[in-house]
């Protein structure tokens, strides 16, 4: 059912759930907004030591709010293409702010014999050695007691926080107070932003928890534990960069070493409800090695670890790296311990360290201030990864009654929330027992969602409907306004087979330009429109607006399962081609393809018999 659901002009004021027809009306209203909530500004010390020296949080909030700003290292004015809606300043947590502070000559930490030496590093023009040294005090969980400054952190945690209660306009801009926790032991990322719903009172009862404190995520949940107990303050824990984790950030066993128990999956789901699955450095959905018979597993596939020195090295994907197959270890812990650990949704966001949050391939303003401008892109960034090695991307979206941080916060709580690659693709979600394509009017999707089913990242209700009948789901998306028209909708799904093994599967549910499947499963691919001359393309294919009802035809009543959907837009230009093009060089000097398929993936719905 192609374009047959008037889509979304319906679906920017849709429904909460509610009372079937009748009382639709009076239930509240979700739109959906557009944010990051993973920003570096100049108070990280990477981003510092990078040449991003004047992009302060302040900064961040004017780009992401549509002002135009000087970039910290070329100094050209730039500006967002679409401003945000929401954004989380989430500078890291270890030595925060303590480099500018060095450079600044606080006597705290620019007198000492570390601060002495950074000093020093910094007036030749060494940044990189003095990087090196802070990459391997994170890795190893040991601080520089010279550096380790809670006077100094206290009083950058007070800035950051005064920042973001200036900028947040409640309706129109929603800011968050919030800070990344980097444990990367031996450069295996586990990192972990960490935002709140509360303001200033509540965050300066505490200082920012490092890996410092613990690099083990279970001493990170009871931190949050006792705090929140302790401050009244909320707190969301969110995951990011797992496919660079060596395995370790969905592992099969807890930090000890000992097999996943109820406790930890509990624990897990109470602090982390979302995975941040897309980003700058890479797109953690899958990997071809994982997903083999997925043709669109190998999708800005990244794997270099955090790392310098005897840890400097490429990685191979592991199980415990990606998050389709994280989702399929849940299930299998699930059956055993009764709690899924890995229940999560599923969001996108930058992890830029330019203070900038860009994630348009036509805008894109580099990873490091470093890595800029086209011809600084040939430089290594991390050892063995340049600027054309990193993504432009990526963005979360959320379905939410207002612009607010209640608002915001709940929908990242009950997982209403999805990832993209840039694009703002609106994609809507639902799964229920009676969707069928003669009983959704045009102009009421998300009515119809929401009182016949249950929205992305719900849980299917087993009910005497179902009576063992196969699940359906209602799907659509339509094109960002100013970008690529799409290539189909497909739905992936997991599940565990009679022996419990996780098994997947991709269903292409809806294909644009009128295609259909082949006897076989094969599709035709959409095409390609991309000028490599100039780095332009044409929407002369694809399709503005995709949306169907689908039902598992594969469906058994007694596994375990989860589905989401992935939405894929036609080829467009990759940042890299942009690049080639302005430099006048081949796009294969880049080291990547010169175009890419942007993508949504929303939140998983579950079924549990």
């Known amino acids: 059912m192609r374009k047959s659901i008037a889509l979304m002009a319906a679906a920017a004021c849709v429904l909460l759930p509610g009372p079937r027809a009748g009382h639709a009306a009076d239930t509240p209203k979700r739109t959906v907004l557009w944010g990051d909530t993973h920003l570096h500004t100049s108070y990280s010390p990477d981003a510092f030591l990078m040449q991003n020296r004047t992009a302060t949080p302040d900064t961040a909030y004017s780009y992401a709010r549509g002002l135009p700003v000087p970039h ?16 989380v300043v989430s500078d890291h947590g270890e030595y925060m702010g303590v480099v500018p502070k060095i450079l600044e000559g606080d006597p705290l930490v620019a007198d000492t014999e570390t601060g002495r030496l950074f000093r020093k590093l ?149 602090w982390e409800p979302v995975v941040e699955m897309t980003q700058i450095k890479g797109d953690s959905e899958t990997h071809p090695t994982l997903s083999p018979t997925d043709e669109f597993a190998d999708f800005e596939t990244y794997e270099h670890l955090i790392s310098v020195g005897e840890h400097a090295q490429d990685v191979t994907a592991d199980a415990g790296d990606y998050a389709r197959s994280a989702l399929k270890r849940g299930l299998e812990i699930e059956a055993r311990t009764g709690v899924n650990p890995y229940q999560f949704g599923m969001i996108g966001s930058t992890d830029s360290h330019t203070a900038m949050s860009s994630a348009e391939e036509n805008n894109f303003h580099g990873k490091m201030a470093l890595d800029s401008t086209p011809e600084t892109k040939a430089i290594d960034i991390i050892p063995g990864a340049n600027g054309w090695d990193m993504g432009a991307a990526g963005m979360v979206a959320v379905w939410a009654e207002e612009n607010t ?88 799904k997991g599940w565990l087979d009679k022996d419990g093994r996780a098994r997947e599967k991709v269903y292409d549910v809806v294909l644009s330009d009128g295609r259909t499947a082949g006897a076989d499963g094969s599709v035709k691919p959409v095409g390609n429109t991309v000028n490599l001359k100039t780095a332009t393309y044409t929407n002369t294919i694809g399709d503005t607006e995709l949306s169907t009802v689908w039902s598992d035809p594969d469906f058994d009543p007694a596994a375990r399962a989860f589905y989401y959907a992935r939405v894929l837009q036609i080829p467009t230009p990759r940042h890299s081609l942009f690049d080639a093009v302005a430099l006048g060089i081949d796009p294969q000097a880049t080291g990547h393809p010169a175009t890419i398929q942007e993508r949504a993936y929303s939140s998983p719905i579950w079924f549990t018999p």
């Open 122 to 270: 910094a007036a030749e023009g060494k940044e990189m050695e003095a990087f090196a040294i802070l990459i391997g005090h994170v890795n190893a969980a040991k601080p520089d007691p010279d550096l380790n400054s809670p006077e100094v952190n206290r009083t950058v945690w007070g800035e950051i926080m005064d920042a973001a209660e200036r900028h947040n306009d409640p309706g129109a801009f929603t800011t968050f107070l919030g800070w990344e926790w980097s444990s990367t032991p031996e450069g295996k990322n586990l990192h972990r932003v960490i935002f709140m719903k509360e303001g200033k009172k509540e965050g300066e009862q505490f200082l920012p928890f490092t890996s410092f404190d613990t690099p083990k995520p279970e001493g990170l949940w009871k931190w949050l534990d006792e705090t929140s107990a302790r401050t009244g303050a909320s707190f969301i824990a969110i995951p990011h960069n797992s496919n660079i984790s060596g395995g370790l950030m969905f592992p099969l066993k807890d930090s000890e070493g000992e097999p996943i128990t109820a406790e930890y999956a509990r624990s897990r789901m109470k």
């Open 405 to 492: 941080r209640a608002s915001i916060f709940e929908a990242f709580r009950r997982k209403e929330v999805y990832a993209t690659t840039g694009p703002r693709i609106r994609l809507r979600f639902f799964g229920g027992w009676d969707f069928a394509a003669e009983n959704v009017p045009a102009g009421e999707i998300s009515g119809e969602g929401y009182s016949r089913g249950v929205p992305m990242g719900a849980n299917l209700p087993v009910t005497p409907k179902s009576k063992g009948a196969p699940p359906t789901f209602l799907v659509a998306a339509l094109k960002d306004p100013v970008e690529a028209n799409l290539d189909r909708i497909q739905i992936v």
């Open 72 to 87: 910290p290292f070329h100094k050209a004015r730039i500006r967002i293409g679409t401003p945000l809606d929401f954004l």
